[in-house]
Structure formats: C-alpha cells, structure tokens
C-alpha cells in the first residue's frame, strides 16, 4: 500500500452502519472489575475487517469509496438492506419500525426444494435459462461440492459444460475409482462384488471392450447366490463344480475367467502375503492397473493426477511406519483422493461458472445463484475445540471457534450484491430433514418473504414429468393353447393357481429371477444345503444316526458356508438334525423303513405330463406309503389344501400310486412335514394335514384324491383351455414378488 500506485482494498466494507453497531463487534477490552472480556460478535461479516482495521490502526471513515460502479452490482437500497440483515441479534428488535422499503431485497429470490436433487435441477434449468439472454452470465456459488456435481451432471443433458472452480475429487474420476476397486476387491479377497466392481470398470480393457465385458457378464451370472470360497482359487473351485444347474454356464465362464485371473495374480499376492513395505504394495497395485487399463489409464489430467499420487506416496513412504496393512491401502488411497482435486484444463462454457466461496470473492455475474444455504453447510458447523474451552480461547486472543461462520457471511453478504441473485436450499438431505441456514432465516425475517421462484419450482417439477400417464391393467395374457406348456412340475401348480401370470413369465417367456450377487444366505439356499445333507446321509451312510450330526458339521464348516449362516443357524440346525435322525431311527425300530430319497418321477394326468421329486418315501408296517418333505420353516395348513392349494404332497402321492417312481409301488396314505423349524421349546416336528390331531383333517384315503381334483381343473383351465393367465388371481395364496415389477402391480392393484 506503501507504493506509489499502492492502495489497500477492502470489498465489503460496511461504511454505513452506525459507530454503535461497529463498537459492538469487538474484540472488546477486558472489564476493569472483572478482567473478564465481553464476548465478540464474531459471526458478524463485518468482524474480520473490524479486525484487520484496527491492528493496522486505520479509521472507517479514512477510507474513500470506489469510484465507480458496475453493471453487475445491485442497487444501493440493496446493499443497506444487506447491512440491516446481519445486524448483531441485539438491534435486530429495530427492524419493526422500518419502512417496508428499507426491509425489501428487490432483485432476490428464493428457491426452496424438496430435495438436493431436486435443487440441482432447478438451479440447472436457472443456469440454462441464463444463455437464453445474448451475453448474460450466470454463475452458481456453493460450499456444497455434492450439489455442485449434481448441477454439472443436470447441465449435460443440454451439452452444456461448465467449469467448476473447485475441479472434481480424484475419488469419483476414473482412473481413481479404478485404482480404489482394485484395492478394495484384493483387500475383500475378490469377493465377487468387489471383483466384479473392478471387471466391469470402464476403463478395463478398452481396446477389446466388447468381448472383455461379454466374459465379465458370463462370470457375473455364474457368481450368483452366496459367496464363493475366498480368493481367485475360490473363484476357480465355484466355477469347477459339478452336478450345478447352471453347469453349462460356468464351463463357459471359466474359459474367460482363466486369462482374466492372471491379471489380478500378482495384486493377490502381495495382499495376501500380510504386512507389507508401503511400496510393495503400490508397485502391485500399479503393475496390475497398467495391465487392465493400459497407457490410457494414466492419460488426461485425472489419470496424470493418479500417477503423480501414487509417484508421493512412494516417495513418502520412507517416512512412514516399515509395514502396512493391506486392508489399510485403499481407505488410506480414498482419503488421498478425496483430497486430490483435478481440474479439467479446457474449462467450460465462458458465460457460466461454479464457484467456492473463496473463488467467488474475486467473480461477478448477471445472476449469482447461492446454493446449498442449510446449516452445517453454509455456513458451516465449527468443529469443537477438544482441549479449549470458548471462553478460554477468548481469554488467551485466539481466533474463536465461529470466526469462520462471520467469514461465510461476509461472502454470502458480498454475493448479495449481484444485481440478480437467486438463493437455493432442500427441505431434506439424503437422511433427514434439514434446517434452513441462519442467513437464509434473517433475510425472511426482515423482508417479511421473500419473492418465491415459483415458475422455476414449476419447470423444476415438470421437466422430467410425462406428459401423460395411463396406469396399466391387470395383465392377462391368452396364448394359444398349442403353446401352453404340457409338462409341468407339482411345485408349479400353486403358482399356476394362484398367480397364473408369474407361471406364465416363467415358463412361456422363460423369466426366471437372478440371484444377487454376493447374497446373504436365503431360505431357499438353506434349504437346499439340507436338502443334500440329508440326501447324502441317505445315499451312502444308511441313515445311520451316528453320522448326521458330522455330515452336517462338516457342511457348516465349509469354507463356501455363509459366515451369517454358520453363526446364526448352526445351533438350530444342529438340534433339528439330531431329532431327525433319533426319529427316523425310533420309526425304523417300529418296521417303518426308507424306500428312496430325492427321486425324480412322472406320469400322464389329464393330458399333460405331471413331474417331480420327493424328498423322502418311506413304506409303512401296513405296506402303505408315507411321502415327507422336508421344511425349514412353518409347513402348509389344511385350510390351504382345501382351499386347492399346496397340493405338493397330493400330487408326489398321486405320482407314486401311478408308479410314476421307479421302483416304489402302493398306495400312499401318509403325509409328512418334518419341520426343522422351532415348536414348544425345541427345534423339529412332524405336521401333517391328514393327522387326526388336526383341528379339521383331510381324510388319508381322500387327499390324493382331492390333489388330484383339484390339478385337473387348473390343467383343463390354464394348460389344455383357453383361459387367460391372470395376474395375482388369488393374492392370498400369492406370497411371492418375483414379477410384480413385470406385471406393474402397484399401477393395478387395489383398483380393479
């Protein structure tokens, strides 16, 4: 300032408030009494030039104002009603006995949303709404680098590209989301959707893209259902078993799998080797990315970023601990990234801008949109002071803790000064609601409301908005009966029945749901596993009761067994599998004995082929037999049977009187679930809808006949009829979802 054409600048600075209002910032004297210090107002915008003022001992009034005005600037009446809007809490009772033209804001308007998304939508459209005037710019200020991403993702679907002034994380870009997928599928041992994350990335393989993502979506299929054995040998033994229904499809994937495998190889070495020499583990790191991405991956700016964090981190490393833990790689790489900001050098289009608070000081615009204006974001929450109290610090002259709040006001303060300035916030985050920022309140407060952007709400409303919306109709397809199916198994009937629909997506369109990825053990998964427990006890121990309590531990401990299921399910099972064997061998010592176990059969009934397989047949002292099916949950009711549904066990019965069972022959009258679910205190029983204990039984001698009833009447109905396949036709007997999103439920039902 000392130089010849030197001067001091200070933007903002309030020359109109009274000497009262400046004293009453602070820092204030200590109290000659006391020696206590009143405390400052320090969340004023005011404050911190107040400040700098009198540790250069200058006076207000000795500054001059500029000369000179722009095009951008508000009007004068503004700039007072800004001052009066941040005067300290204690003279804001005097806002009552202004004139209404001192409290207005003309030029300012607000835009409240429901949603961050829904904020970044209006504030894309006010962005696009700017270019429609030859030479008016606009630019977006915020704290909030989230919403800020969100506007420039809204502004590309006009091919509208927009700088941002605070560039984009390394974290989200794409050489760095690769880097993190690849630390993060070696440190999860390549569990499948951490390995399949890093497969799919896009920019594995560019240069045979295509093929490469067919083999990924092959191993994707094949990694359904729960997960696999840890570790790229895992992988290989999920993909080499036998006997699987998707057999086929894991052949195919292991053709692909084998050369994709030799990429991660050297990467799962030294993870899996424990602690390693910081270096070590990048080097890996870095081979493996080279060799998935090739040179493009360190290519443009992001990728130039990637190498030169990974080139400090090596370099660094020496001043570090000597081993690292794998596991530690990659949140040590996200924080890394997360503080590594790239910029694009092209920049974006010239009249639009997305600015910090700090890149905002030095920027003006026709239209500066203020988004993000909660609390906890503009202004930001101070973090506490662990070792200090406030008071303390106020004693000692150091900076208090809501110094930066009065700095987020004095910018909030000179970005009011736009001649057009539009102020944004969402009702609620991405977890709850949220309270409008402080600033935000006191501009309500003293303009009495401000003027809404309800056109903007509404564009933000319509924008994405069909034109028109016919809710759909209970679907009922009607094919022809030539092309309706003549096989079908005992466990389809229920659902033909009862959702005729989802019979017809499964077996005419042939739309069987995938299992997720990496999924938790389901009931249908833990019932399959017991399922082949017990077959194999069957098969080649005799039944033996010795040996399935170690066949069934010896399932548990699997290394492909669930972690959640071995610890949660393990004592139930383990009690339920012992009363199993105790009971088959109380009922053998009483002539009972086992014909067969997990056996396929068909036969010829009302015109189609009827199919299926039972869990176990036993034969009775009187030569009868017994059908069981094994439950890990609650069995059917008779109620159900009556009703025509659960027929599953009729209908096994109906096959084995026909003979449809090599080598079991005779009548069945027994029906048995053997529930390993819990009933009076312990885990396993036997329920049957024919038991004379029941409350209203089926007769024994008539529940095949009633199965058999009722199957040809939906045969004759659905499969050699005419009658259309309507969606959720009985929803009582209709429990499960799999096609309600193919059939749009929600839009039909409870309305027909």
Same mark, same amino acid.
């Given at each position: ?305 990637? /190498?030169? =964090? @990974?080139?400090? *981190?090596?370099? #660094?490393? +020496?001043?570090? $601990? %000597? ?5 530690? !790689? /990659?949140? =040590? @790489?996200?924080? *890394?990234?997360? #503080?590594? +900001?790239?910029? $694009? %050098? ?5 009249? !639009? /801008?997305? =600015? ?397």
């Amino acid at each position: 300032a000392e130089m010849p054409r030197g001067m001091v600048v200070l933007p903002g600075l309030s020359i109109g408030i009274s000497e009262g209002e400046w004293a009453s910032l602070g820092p204030h004297k200590p109290d000659r009494a006391t020696g206590r210090r009143k405390r400052a107002y320090e969340t004023h915008p005011q404050f911190q030039l107040k400040l700098l003022l009198e540790r250069i001992s200058v006076n207000r009034s000795e500054f001059a104002l500029w000369q000179g005005e722009s095009e951008h600037d508000a009007t004068p009446a503004r700039g007072r009603a800004i001052e009066t809007a941040m005067a300290p809490p204690d003279l804001t009772k005097e806002w009552s006995g202004l004139h209404y033209s001192a409290r207005r804001l003309d030029g300012v308007r607000v835009f409240e949303a429901a949603t961050p998304a829904e904020e970044a939508q209006g504030i894309a459209l006010a962005l696009r709404e700017a270019l429609e005037m030859p030479g008016k710019t606009a630019a977006l200020v915020t704290p909030d680098r989230a919403l800020a991403r969100r506007v420039v993702s809204h502004l590309a679907r006009w091919n509208i590209a927009i700088d941002d002034s605070a560039g984009q994380p390394l974290s989200v870009l794409a050489p760095g989301t690769l880097l993190l997928a690849l630390a993060e599928a070696a440190a999860q041992e390549f569990a499948p959707l951490a390995l399949l994350s890093l497969l799919k990335h896009p920019l594995v393989k560019p240069e045979a893209r295509l093929e490469w993502l067919e083999g990924a979506r092959l191993l994707d299929r094949a990694l359904r259902g729960p997960r696999p054995a840890p570790g790229l040998s895992g992988v290989d033994r999920h993909l080499a078993e036998q006997g699987r229904r998707d057999g086929g499809l894991r052949r195919a994937a292991q053709d692909w799998w084998a050369g994709a495998r030799a990429y991660l190889e050297p990467v799962e070495a030294i993870f899996a080797a424990g602690q390693q020499p910081l270096p070590a583990m990048l080097a890996a790191l870095r081979e493996t990315a080279q060799a998935l991405g090739g040179d493009g991956l360190w290519s443009r700016a992001e990728g130039r970023a990637a /190498a030169d =964090l @990974l080139d400090a *981190l090596e370099r #660094e490393a +020496a001043f570090g $601990p %000597p081993v690292v833990d794998p596991a530690s !790689l /990659a949140p =040590l @790489l996200r924080t *890394l990234m997360d #503080e590594t +900001a790239v910029r $694009p %050098p092209q920049g974006g289009h010239p009249r !639009l /801008a997305i =600015l910090g608070l700090i890149e905002a000081r030095l920027h003006n615009a026709d239209l500066m949109i203020l988004g993000g204006l909660n609390e906890g974001v503009w202004p930001g929450l101070p973090a506490p002071d662990p070792w200090l109290a406030p008071r303390i610090r106020a004693e000692l002259e150091l900076p208090g803790l809501e110094r930066r709040i009065g700095v987020s006001a004095h910018d909030l303060a000179g970005a009011l000064g736009a001649r057009e300035v539009l102020l944004t916030r969402a009702r609620r985050d991405s977890s709850a609601p949220t309270i409008a920022s402080r600033f935000w309140l006191r501009l309500e407060a003293l303009s009495g409301g401000l003027d809404r952007a309800d056109d903007l709400a509404a564009w933000t409303r319509a924008i994405d908005e069909p034109g028109r919306h016919d809710p759909a109709q209970r679907p009922e397809p009607s094919p022809p009966i030539e092309a309706r199916p003549k096989v079908i198994s005992v466990t389809e009937v229920d659902r033909l029945k009862a959702d005729p629909y989802a019979f017809y997506a499964r077996r005419m369109l042939r739309l069987a749901p995938l299992d997720p990825v990496d999924a938790d053990p389901s009931a249908a998964w833990r019932g399959t596993a017991v399922h082949d427990v017990l077959e194999q006890w069957a098969r080649h121990d005799d039944c033996a009761p010795d040996r399935l309590h170690a066949r069934a531990l010896a399932m548990l401990a699997d290394e492909r067994t669930h972690p959640m299921m071995r610890a949660l399910w393990q004592p139930r099972l383990m009690e339920a599998v012992d009363w199993i064997a105790q009971e088959i061998a109380a009922q053998s010592a009483g002539g009972r004995r086992v014909l067969g176990v997990e056996q396929e059969g068909q036969i010829q009934f009302a015109g189609v082929t009827l199919k299926g397989k039972f869990d176990r047949i036993d034969r009775l002292p009187d030569g009868t037999l017994a059908v069981v099916d094994y439950k890990t949950g609650q069995p059917p009711s008779p109620k159900a049977v009556r009703a025509g549904y659960s027929l599953q066990l009729g209908l096994l019965g109906l096959i084995a009187q026909e003979g449809g069972f090599e080598g079991i022959a005779g009548d069945a009258r027994g029906f048995e679930y053997w529930s390993m679910a819990r009933k009076s205190g312990s885990f396993g029983y036997i329920d049957s809808p024919v038991s004379p204990r029941k409350r209203d039984p089926i007769p024994a001698d008539e529940f095949v006949a009633i199965a058999g009833g009722n199957f040809h009447e939906a045969v004759k109905d659905w499969l050699t009829g005419g009658r259309a396949f309507t969606a959720k036709l009985v929803p009582e007997y209709a429990p499960y979802a799999e096609y309600d999103q193919l059939m749009r439920r929600d839009e039909w039902y409870g309305r027909d």
